[in-house]
T-cell receptor, first 112, second 113 residues
Framework: SQKIEQNSEALNIQEGKTATLTCNYTNYSPAYLQWYRQDPGRGPVFLLLIRENEKEKRKERLKVTFDTTLKQSLFHITASQPADSATYLCALRDNYGQNFVFGPGTRLSVLP | DGGITQSPKYLFRKEGQNVTLSCEQNLNHDAMYWYRQDPGQGLRLIYYSQIVNDFQKGDIAEGYSVSREKKESFPLTVTSAQKNPTAFYLC????????????FGQGTRLTVV
């Protein structure tokens, strides 16, 4: 069956370190993969999109990689700050479906 | 100030009652979506609409209904047939279905008492 998994429900890291979040999928052939940030009690906010033919995408302190062989995307936040504490969701879409399917999210806590 | 607005933020309903959640956008987007979010689970698609007067069932449409009479409005009704309605409901829009970015509202937390 199709499945999207994100690494451990919660991740704690020290301020200034690089946070790495994973998104693994099974029985999908995504053409697009998105990452969103969600703060408690609020709607998700779009961060980055990466296409299947792109290996890496960067935006300021954020970096996303996409490995279609491993069926995995990695989301990195460098020089992390307490303000980066939130839940991060990955979502993917193939070339046939027109809707994105979301993973369960990883709650990141950056400790001062 | 463009955006997508959901109301109310919190909603309480007695068992057996229907309740309608509001979603309005002024982004001139064609596509609109309703998702449900439960703890530890990803967003699950309830209904989506690509254009006015058209909407399609998502993965978990049973017990819900929608309408799309105006481009900017996509209200969701949670009916008494929905067996487990307590959840966080999110509305989203995108320029068209399949767009690579969705814009979300702030959500409505529905609690059945």
């Amino acid at each position: 069956s199709q499945k999207i998994e994100q690494n451990s429900e919660a991740l704690n890291i020290q301020e200034g370190k690089t946070a790495t979040l994973t998104c693994n999928y099974t029985n999908y052939s995504p053409a697009y993969l998105q990452w969103y940030r969600q703060d408690p009690g609020r709607g998700p906010v779009f961060l980055l999109l990466i296409r299947e033919n792109e290996k890496e995408k960067r935006k300021e302190r954020l970096k996303v990689t996409f490995d279609t062989t491993l069926k995995q995307s990695l989301f990195h936040i460098t020089a992390s700050q307490p303000a980066d504490s939130a839940t991060y969701l990955c979502a993917l879409r193939d070339n046939y479906g027109q809707n994105f399917v979301f993973g369960p999210g990883t709650r990141l806590s950056v400790l001062p | 100030d463009g955006g997508i607005t959901q109301s109310p933020k919190y909603l309480f309903r007695k068992e057996g009652q229907n309740v309608t959640l509001s979603c309005e956008q002024n982004l001139n987007h064609d596509a609109m979506y309703w998702y449900r979010q439960d703890p530890g689970q990803g967003l699950r698609l309830i209904y989506y609409s690509q254009i006015v007067n058209d909407f399609q069932k998502g993965d978990i449409a049973e017990g819900y209904s929608v309408s799309r009479e105006k481009k900017e409005s996509f209200p969701l009704t949670v009916t008494s047939a929905q067996k487990n309605p307590t959840a966080f409901y999110l509305c989203a829009s995108s320029p068209r279905r399949g767009s690579t970015e969705a814009f979300f509202g702030q959500g409505t937390r529905l609690t059945v008492v």
